[in-house]
């Protein structure tokens, strides 16, 4: 039985241990919990591709929420768990025999036609075409069930937005009660995708303080109901998430900077990426991810390696400070039969810092004032109970491997 806690940091959980009621002792008292790192980029569709597959991206061929499709014509497209270019632990588990419940998990959608119940998670958007076996989506629209809260809402009200998270994880609860009971599982997933979503807009955020802690509670609620239901069923539990969370200082605008430093123009007067002028040298695609527009060979490797070095030396003129850890060539951090699908650069924020990739963007760096949370690419956490569980230590593996030691339990070769 697997429950993830999307974005939820191993500091934030220790924390919340040494409250009087916290749930935590009582439930890592009977396993091992080390830090683990995400994927690069440290966001959930890439770190869930890695999970489910126990690959890198070079390997499983998804690099981030949106990709660049050049031909017929420039468009952006969205990667499905259909894209996924290595077998899942989904699909792994059906041939082996056994029996999958899995919950609003990321890259999922559209759900594989496997044995057992998967409800795809995000970046689905509905339910039409997201259930598995689809005579259950009726049943699941009826009981209030949805993929996720429309974050749009968090702009407009912030306390109808937390409502909504409440009552989008009843639903899912009550769904996942429902086929942890019904379905002789073999494989249990249930996604818990409220974390990330409050991690975002109310991260350090005093006035919704105690809704903030509220919803957490809720949360961790679940785990203990789900903890004791593995035991019952002498299930191992393995509880994670896929990245950490801080409070976000800075915002950086790629594709503002690269148009700044006078390496990416637009034909018009409407900036996106399909109006990318062809004289361009580079554009980004979030979260942090900088495109070569140079033809191969050594024209391009030079403008590579001349603008890594521009982006190591850039500064917050606010703080003063460099705003990215590192910038990465892409064969440095992916290898499998996939990184030329890569992006040449990949950028690595310092904790505080989001990047972000909006064309037309007027300014390098901004403050936030809503989206107040930021991914980390530390300070993920993993825990295990129950079978032979590998001595890792703190911040040796990443989320991919993960996946690699929840297959390993399953008897599954890795």
């Known amino acids: 039985m697997v429950i993830s806690l999307d974005g939820t940091p191993l500091s934030l959980l220790k924390k919340r241990s040494r409250l009087p009621e916290s749930i935590w002792p009582q439930i890592l008292s009977n ?73 609003n998990v990321p890259m999922t959608e559209p759900p594989p036609p496997v044995r057992g119940v998967v409800i795809g998670g995000f970046l689905g958007v509905d339910l039409t075409g997201n259930v598995h076996p689809p005579e259950l989506e009726d049943q699941l629209r009826r009981d209030g069930y949805i993929v996720d809260v429309e974050p749009s809402l968090a702009y407009e009200n912030r306390d109808r937005f937390l409502d909504a998270l409440n009552s ?5 609860l009550r769904a996942a009660r429902r086929f942890a009971t019904e379905v002789p599982w073999d494989y249990f997933h249930l996604h818990i995708m409220e974390t990330d979503r409050l991690y ?15 919803l957490l509670s809720h949360c961790e609620q679940t785990v203990l109901e789900f903890a004791e239901l593995a035991e019952q069923r002498g299930a191992a539990l393995v509880l994670l998430s896929d990245h950490g969370f801080t409070r976000c200082k800075r915002i950086v605008f790629i594709n503002a900077l690269l148009e700044k430093i006078g390496l990416l123009h637009y034909a018009g007067s409407n900036p996106s990426f399909e109006t990318i002028h062809p004289d361009s040298t580079a554009y980004a695609l979030a979260p942090g991810r900088v495109f ?25 003129p606010l703080t003063g400070e460099k705003p990215f850890v590192s910038v990465d060539l892409r064969e ?76 390993r339990l399953l008897g599954l070769a890795v």
Not at 168 to 172: C, E, F, M, P, S
Not at 348 to 369: H, M, N, Q, R, W
């Open 332 to 407: 440095d951090l992916y290898h499998g039969p996939h990184v030329n699908r890569a992006a040449d650069l990949i950028l690595l924020p310092k904790a505080g810092y989001d990047i972000k990739a909006d064309f037309g963007a007027d300014k390098v760096f901004e403050t936030p004032s809503v989206l107040v949370g930021a991914h980390t690419y530390n300070d993920a956490f993993f825990f295990a109970t129950g079978g032979n569980v590998s001595s890792w230590q703190d911040g040796e593996m990443d989320i991919a491997e993960a996946g690699n030691e929840v297959m």
């Open 31 to 103: 396993g091992t919990i080390r830090e683990i790192r995400s994927s690069r980029p440290e966001m959930s569709s890439v770190a869930w591709a890695s999970y489910l597959t126990g690959k890198n991206p070079g390997e499983h061929g998804v690099f981030g929420f949106v990709e660049a499709q050049l031909s017929p014509r420039p468009r952006l497209i969205y990667p499905k768990g259909s894209d996924l270019l290595a077998p899942t632990i989904l699909r792994r588990v059906h041939e082996a025999g056994g029996t999958v419940v899995s919950i």
């Open 292 to 316: 070569m527009r140079v033809k191969a060979g050594p024209d391009r490797e030079n403008a590579r390696d001349k603008l890594a070095e521009i982006l190591r030396d850039i500064r917050d």
């Open 200 to 214: 975002h807009f109310f991260w350090d955020e005093q006035k919704f303080e105690d809704r903030f802690n509220e």
């Open 168 to 172: 989008t994880l009843d639903a899912r």
